[in-house]
């Protein structure tokens, strides 16, 4: 049987298939057979119903009696199959001449439907299709727009969403937008997402990133030494203002960069004093920071142009068996090279107002008429955009394999460094932005980031930090843009997300459930033995290198960052680790998650400490005509003995330690010793002292304790 009968079980595609006589069917597979196969199956049968001039009415068409090459099987079954066709064709209240309606419901579109229909039942059929073996995995796509990254999930077999209502049950959710900070409460613990909780607050933001990297230049101020001078304003204007002096102008440029803005708007460079308080007084107005650096007036050119590096790092990490986080960070061995538009020139009073002579933001330089487009991506070093790789190239051409060496592991090293002063922040805001992972960290990590780290050159080839992007742009204007971001999303997606199934909910599922079971202890036990080496512990996966832990082949930088990390570590313990600890101790004091009320009794007693108690015992005789107790007698109440018996939590409230005088109220009718309706005592007589008066009240009986609320701590 044909490809035909293999696709149609009902034979009716070639049974009514158009045939030529006899004579011309010189061979029986191949030629007119074959290039039907790619015509459209609708047009074929409707070319293939008689007309009114072929042949007689409920005649059937012309079928060669034998074909050659086919068996005699093969022709019984065309035979039985025309009958069948004779049948369909047959007119059943249609005029002479009208072709007969073969198909009465044939799979097509209606019409009238909106395109929104249409692209409805084209998921609804999606749905519907088989799923291969294992599961699909669901890709959120909803948060960006970015085609590259869609088509590199396609690529992988995945199942794109771009409906946010579809998206809660995705494996994967890429966010290229703002919302970063709902989509981390509906991440799943078998789930990943492009984002980790805090890099926006600790990195990306200008004033953030001043402030975090002032602090490390305090604890390493030579291994920070990669950050430009760098002012925070308003808080920063006083010591800003000591380096002008007396003078209202300096000799060195500053350039000033809002915090809330970006692809180069409002960026201005100034030495005048005046200029900077202004900028300041603004932003105090705004409730907004504006971030002030010295400029750089010697930077290294191509062309005589400025440029700047936009390179890719990649963060990840791995689940150690205590819990914390095992960073992984790779470098994209490509990039871009933005170049200005206009030729360089030191900065003066008159060219210092040209931003396509100062800045390197492609935002800014697209619209010149000096831009020049790269359109083909094998030339990579045309253009005002080039690649890293050809960067790279160009300095071991003009300075040598050493130089360029040693520039990468410089670029790499100031990349490390600058994700390991926000390490601690990472980590500790992992934990608490994400719904609790019930089987201790089996699932893996469950984020990745990619940044846009920007850092410029001086004449010396020192690199300098400039900002850091936690939204890198996809967008593909050229050849080479597709080629360099095309590369780095699927190898992105390789290294993050090696090993997801459709299945993993219900992995999960399961694994909780065994660790419920057979315990936790022994789940540990078993994962452990289970782990097997993934992509992110290689040194190299295509065009990334990893970058920490640091390579083999450069153990001074290596040896430099493993110290700053352990250092971080130790500095920044108590942010993420003695929280931990003080409530796993109250939880172990307690022996449950809500710690036990106060005593009633302690109620009663005065707000003092626990060693109050005696003077309760005093009040209590006192009240009841008792005689006056020593005062080791006073553990023996009923309320001291509930106190001691029930061992209080650490994180219960207590009473507090400034303890209020108690106030001693009148029991006879009021107005009878005066308006305050106390009761006359031994000293308080006219003419009595201040201490004679304290003695007197010290041994008043009719003492009234006000009852303190206490107040019930919940975790």
């Given at each position: 049987?044909?490809?035909?009968?293999?696709?149609?079980?009902?034979?009716?595609?070639?049974?009514?298939?158009?045939?030529?006589?006899?004579?011309?069917?010189?061979?029986?597979?191949?030629?007119?057979?074959?290039?039907?196969?790619?015509?459209?199956?609708?047009?074929?049968?409707?070319?293939?119903?008689?007309?009114?001039?072929?042949?007689e009415q409920g005649q059937p068409a012309l079928v060669p009696d034998k074909l050659?090459?086919?068996?005699?099987?093969?022709?019984?079954?065309?035979?039985?199959?025309?009958?069948?066709?004779?049948?369909?064709?047959?007119?059943?209240?249609?005029?002479?001449?009208?072709?007969?309606?073969?198909?009465?419901?044939?799979?097509?579109?209606?019409?009238?439907?909106?395109?929104?229909?249409?692209?409805?039942?084209?998921?609804?059929?999606?749905?519907?299709?088989?799923?291969?073996?294992?599961?699909?995995?669901?890709?959120?796509?909803?948060?960006?727009?970015?085609?590259?990254?869609?088509?590199?999930?396609?690529?992988?077999?995945?199942?794109?969403?771009?409906?946010?209502?579809?998206?809660?049950?995705?494996?994967?959710?890429?966010?290229?937008?703002?919302?970063?900070?709902?989509c981390f409460r509906k991440v799943e613990p078998w789930m990943r997402v492009n984002?980790?909780?805090?890099?926006?607050?600790?990195?990306?933001?200008?004033?953030?990133?001043?402030?975090?990297?002032?602090?490390?230049?305090?604890?390493?101020?030579?291994?920070?030494?990669?950050?430009?001078?760098?002012?925070?304003?308003?808080?920063?204007?006083?010591?800003?203002?000591?380096?002008?002096?007396?003078?209202?102008?300096?000799?060195?440029?500053?350039?000033?960069?809002?915090?809330?803005?970006?692809?180069?708007?409002?960026?201005?460079?100034?030495?005048?004093?005046?200029?900077?308080?202004?900028?300041?007084?603004?932003?105090?107005?705004?409730?907004?920071?504006?971030?002030?650096?010295?400029?750089?007036?010697?930077?290294?050119?191509?062309?005589?142009?400025?440029?700047?590096?936009?390179?890719?790092?990649?963060?990840?990490?791995?689940?150690?068996?205590?819990?914390?986080?095992?960073?992984?960070?790779?470098?994209?061995?490509?990039?871009?090279?933005?170049?200005?538009?206009?030729?360089?020139?030191?900065?003066?009073?008159?060219?210092?107002?040209?931003?396509?002579?100062?800045?390197?933001?492609?935002?800014?330089?697209?619209?010149?008429?000096?831009?020049?487009?790269?359109?083909?991506?094998?030339?990579?070093?045309?253009?005002?955009?080039?690649?890293?790789?050809?960067?790279?190239?160009?300095?071991?051409?003009?300075?040598?394999?050493?130089?360029?060496?040693?520039?990468?592991?410089?670029?790499?090293?100031?990349?490390?460094?600058?994700?390991?002063?926000?390490?601690?922040?990472?980590?500790?805001?992992?934990?608490?932005?994400?719904?609790?992972?019930?089987?201790?960290?089996?699932?893996?990590?469950?984020?990745?980031?990619?940044?846009?780290?920007?850092?410029?050159?001086?004449?010396?080839?020192?690199?300098?930090?400039?900002?850091?992007?936690?939204?890198?742009?996809?967008?593909?204007?050229?050849?080479?843009?597709?080629?360099?971001?095309?590369?780095?999303?699927?190898?992105?997606?390789?290294?993050?997300?090696?090993?997801?199934?459709?299945?993993?909910?219900?992995?999960?599922?399961?694994?909780?459930?065994?660790?419920?079971?057979?315990?936790?202890?022994?789940?540990?036990?078993?994962?452990?033995?289970?782990?097997?080496?993934?992509?992110?512990?290689?040194?190299?996966?295509?065009?990334?290198?990893?970058?920490?832990?640091?390579?083999?082949?450069?153990?001074?930088?290596?040896?430099?960052?493993?110290?700053?990390?352990?250092?971080?570590?130790?500095?920044?313990?108590?942010?993420?680790?003695?929280?931990?600890?003080?409530?796993?101790?109250?939880?172990?004091?307690?022996?449950?998650?809500?710690?036990?009320?106060?005593?009633?009794?302690?109620?009663?007693?005065?707000?003092?400490?626990?060693?109050?108690?005696?003077?309760?015992?005093?009040?209590?005789?006192?009240?009841?005509?008792?005689?006056?107790?020593?005062?080791?007698?006073?553990?023996?109440?009923?309320?001291?003995?509930?106190?001691?018996?029930?061992?209080?939590?650490?994180?219960?409230?207590?009473?507090?330690?400034?303890?209020?005088?108690?106030?001693?109220?009148?029991?006879s009718p009021a107005g009878q010793h005066g308006s305050r309706g106390r009761s006359?005592?031994?000293?308080?007589?006219?003419?009595?002292?201040?201490?004679?008066?304290?003695?007197?009240?010290?041994?008043?009986?009719?003492?009234?304790?006000?009852?303190?609320?206490?107040?019930?701590?919940?975790?």
């Amino acid at each position: 049987m044909d490809s035909h009968a293999s696709e149609d079980p009902c034979g009716v595609f070639e049974a009514t298939e158009k045939r030529p006589p006899s004579s011309d069917l010189t061979t029986a597979s191949g030629g007119p057979e074959e290039e039907d196969e790619d015509e459209d199956p609708v047009e074929v049968e409707e070319d293939a119903i008689p007309g009114p001039g072929g042949h007689e009415q409920g005649q059937p068409a012309l079928v060669p009696d034998k074909l050659p090459g086919k068996s005699s099987s093969q022709q019984n079954q065309e035979e039985d199959l025309t009958e069948v066709e004779n049948a369909m064709a047959e007119p059943d209240g249609n005029q002479e001449g009208e072709p007969a309606l073969v198909f009465d419901k044939l799979p097509s579109k209606s019409s009238s439907q909106s395109p929104a229909q249409q692209e409805e039942q084209e998921e609804e059929e999606e749905v519907a299709r088989p799923k291969k073996k294992g599961g699909q995995v669901l890709f959120n796509a909803s948060h960006s727009d970015y085609e590259v990254v869609a088509e590199a999930a396609e690529e992988r077999g995945w199942r794109v969403v771009k409906s946010e209502e579809k998206a809660a049950a995705c494996n994967v959710h890429w966010i290229d937008d703002s919302a970063i900070g709902d989509c981390f409460r509906k991440v799943e613990p078998w789930m990943r997402v492009n984002h980790f909780p805090g890099m926006n607050n600790a990195l990306a933001r200008k004033t953030r990133l001043a402030r975090n990297m002032a602090r490390m230049m305090r604890v390493f101020p030579s291994e920070f030494r990669f950050v430009p001078p760098t002012w925070v304003i308003p808080d920063d204007f006083g010591d800003l203002e000591k380096r002008f002096g007396a003078d209202s102008e300096s000799k060195v440029f500053y350039i000033v960069k809002p915090d809330h803005l970006c692809q180069g708007k409002g960026i201005f460079l100034t030495t005048e004093l005046e200029r900077l308080r202004q900028a300041s007084q603004e932003s105090q107005k705004k409730n907004e920071a504006t971030v002030v650096q010295r400029y750089i007036t010697r930077p290294m050119l191509i062309d005589g142009l400025k440029f700047d590096l936009r390179l890719y790092f990649l963060v990840a990490g791995k689940r150690r068996a205590d819990g914390h986080l095992d960073l992984r960070m790779f470098l994209f061995r490509d990039g871009l090279v933005r170049l200005c538009t206009t030729a360089y020139e030191a900065p003066t009073q008159e060219t210092m107002n040209q931003k396509c002579m100062h800045l390197t933001n492609y935002a800014v330089n697209k619209n010149s008429k000096n831009f020049q487009q790269n359109d083909d991506k094998d030339n990579d070093g045309a253009g005002s955009k080039r690649s890293l790789r050809w960067f790279l190239s160009y300095i071991e051409e003009n300075f040598g394999d050493k130089e360029r060496r040693k520039l990468w592991l410089k670029l790499m090293g100031l990349c490390v460094k600058t994700v390991l002063a926000a390490s601690s922040s990472l980590e500790s805001e992992y934990d608490g932005a994400f719904p609790r992972d019930l089987t201790g960290g089996m699932m893996g990590c469950r984020c990745f980031e990619v940044l846009g780290i920007d850092v410029m050159l001086d004449a010396k080839r020192k690199p300098y930090l400039i900002e850091v992007n936690h939204l890198p742009s996809f967008t593909c204007d050229s050849p080479l843009d597709d080629d360099i971001k095309r590369r780095l999303v699927g190898q992105i997606m390789d290294l993050t997300c090696e090993g997801l199934s459709g299945k993993d909910r219900k992995n999960y599922e399961q694994l909780v459930r065994d660790r419920r079971n057979s315990g936790e202890g022994a789940v540990r036990h078993v994962a452990g033995t289970e782990e097997h080496k993934s992509l992110l512990d290689l040194p190299v996966y295509k065009d990334f290198e990893r970058a920490f832990p640091p390579p083999e082949g450069a153990p001074k930088m290596a040896q430099q960052l493993e110290a700053i990390a352990a250092r971080v570590r130790e500095i920044f313990k108590p942010v993420h680790a003695v929280k931990r600890a003080s409530k796993s101790d109250s939880l172990q004091d307690s022996g449950s998650c809500k710690p036990p009320l106060p005593p009633k009794n302690l109620a009663a007693a005065p707000p003092g400490h626990a060693k109050a108690s005696s003077s309760e015992a005093v009040g209590s005789s006192r009240r009841n005509g008792a005689s006056r107790s020593p005062p080791g007698r006073a553990g023996h109440s009923e309320g001291t003995q509930r106190l001691t018996a029930q061992k209080r939590s650490r994180s219960a409230p207590g009473p507090p330690r400034c303890a209020l005088p108690p106030i001693a109220r009148n029991t006879s009718p009021a107005g009878q010793h005066g308006s305050r309706g106390r009761s006359p005592v031994a000293g308080e007589r006219e003419g009595a002292t201040p201490s004679s008066r304290r003695a007197a009240s010290a041994k008043c009986s009719a003492r009234v304790f006000l009852q303190l609320k206490s107040a019930q701590i919940h975790f």
